[in-house]
């Protein structure tokens, strides 16, 4: 008997008749006798749905009192599917309760829509296991000191996941989704994506950190921290395939390089047009210039990813760096109206149809010439390029967004990831 946990995403729960299928499913696993606690995503839509009431009341603004109720709100997506999920694994006969992440409780930070999981209470979990029953908990949420509920940022339940998977100790933490695995790339931009068999723990945390959507980035560390077996598998198989083929279909994330790894220099490519642009024009070319731009938007609390100080000339400099679309906005009036003034600026200017594209691949380490490869078939394209910065197994670039599609395909062909 093993302890497994399975998590269903948005459209795996889209419609009674989906849930239906996943409660099946579920309740296979269950008569093979294992212990199995199932942690499901709101319906598909329902999160966007939600937020986008709260937006036709009041735009976004930046603060806590905001972003308390946006939690407040979007957890209620999870509390519906996980309670439609108990009453059909009921109708299949099977004892089966569902949990909000504050009845668990799974306990996390104050930070709104992006809280971190700090410990999860097995204690309630483990008693209705003992008694027979299957667990559903809710993905996505889960609950402050203060009793607030939180969310833990879009396409948390995969992170809901891996954490009860690894406060519970769990054999294994399937990721069910719409696709059948991790492919090279995202198979609804490159149609000749291929499915990877398995893929290692640091290749996957890249990948989702520059953009594949396919697993959110922190279950890929909670996984990494806490060693769970992890694997991505579709939830669109039939109901009643026999466990035995449906427990090795996917891909499986790996923690050591195996023998029979796809050797691959690039295992897969990633994007992400979640990021703007911004450059600071002609600033005063001395010391603490990067300091103290950078100090101001650290201080106003937005994240910076990609960074590039040009080489000076007649005593001025350039500085470019990127934030997330969101806080592109108000980046931007921040440097304008406070930074560049006492810094002596000249000019800031941005561009949010920005994308970047990042090539992925342990084999990176000790091949030479990958990003000149990378360079020079972005340049066949006719595409520019306007930022790169570069890791011991990545290389991502920053280009124009209207050639992403572009770009992908052409790199996935270059560096041979087209299925034959
Ligand atoms: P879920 O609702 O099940 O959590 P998501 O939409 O969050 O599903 O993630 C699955 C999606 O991730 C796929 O439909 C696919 O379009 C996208 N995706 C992006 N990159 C990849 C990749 N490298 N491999 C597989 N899927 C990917
Ligand atoms: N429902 C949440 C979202 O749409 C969490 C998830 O699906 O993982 O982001
Ligand atoms: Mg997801």
Redesign the pocket.
């Known amino acids: 008997m093993s302890l497994i946990v399975h ?6 729960m889209g419609s009674t008749e989906r849930i239906r299928n996943v409660a099946k499913r579920v309740a296979k696993w269950a008569r093979a006798g294992h212990q199995m606690v199932v942690v499901p ?1 709101a319906m ?1 839509g329902e999160t966007n749905r939600l937020l986008g009431l709260a937006k036709e009341l009041a735009p976004e603004r930046p603060d806590t009192a905001y972003y308390r109720e946006l939690d407040m709100l979007a957890a209620t997506g999870e509390q519906a599917s996980s309670a439609l999920l108990a009453i059909a694994l009921q109708a299949e006969g099977l004892e089966a309760v569902s949990y909000a992440g504050w009845q668990v409780p799974i306990r996390t930070d104050s930070a709104y829509t992006k809280a971190r999981i700090d410990s999860i209470d097995d204690a309630r979990v483990r008693a209705d296991l003992a008694a027979g029953k299957v667990v559903i908990v809710t993905g996505f949420q889960g609950v402050d000191e203060a009793g607030n509920i939180t969310t833990l940022g879009r ?1 948390g ?2 992170t809901s996941a891996v954490a009860v998977a690894a406060a519970l100790k769990a054999d294994e933490c399937l ?5 059948d ?9 490159v149609p000749e ?1 291929r ?1 990877l068999h398995s893929i290692s723990f640091e290749e996957m945390l890249e ?1 989702a950190s520059l ?6 980035i922190r279950s890929v560390e909670f996984a990494g921290k806490y060693k769970v077996p992890l694997r ?1 598998l579709s ?1 669109f198989t039939p109901w009643d395939i026999p466990i035995e083929e449906e427990a090795r279909s996917g ?1 499986l994330i790996t923690f050591e390089e195996d023998e029979d790894m796809e050797q691959a220099v690039v295992s ?3 994007f992400n047009r979640d990021e703007a642009k911004i450059s600071v024009l002609g600033v005063p070319d001395k010391p603490g210039i990067a300091a103290q731009i950078l100090g101001a938007v650290a201080d106003a609390n937005i994240e910076v990813d990609m960074i590039i100080q040009n080489v000076g000339k007649e005593g001025r400099t350039d500085f470019s760096f990127t934030v997330h679309r969101n806080d592109y906005a108000r980046t931007m009036d921040l440097l304008k109206e406070k930074v560049a003034p006492a810094l002596g600026a000249q000019e800031v200017v941005g561009d949010a149809k920005i994308c970047k594209v990042s090539i992925v691949g342990i084999g990176m380490r000790s091949h030479v010439g990958v990003a000149s490869t990378m360079f020079r078939s972005l340049s066949e394209e006719g595409i520019n390029i306007q930022m790169i910065s570069t890791s011991e197994i990545k290389t991502s670039v920053v280009i124009d967004e209207k050639y992403m599609e572009l770009a992908v395909r052409a790199l996935h062909r270059a560096f041979g990831l087209d299925a034959e």
């Open positions: 998590k269903y995403g948005g459209t795996s995503s598909s396409g339940s995969d990721i069910y989704t719409d696709v695995g991790v492919y090279t790339t995202d198979p609804r931009i994506a499915r990948m953009g594949s959507k396919v697993l959110q991505v939830s891909t897969g490519i990633a």
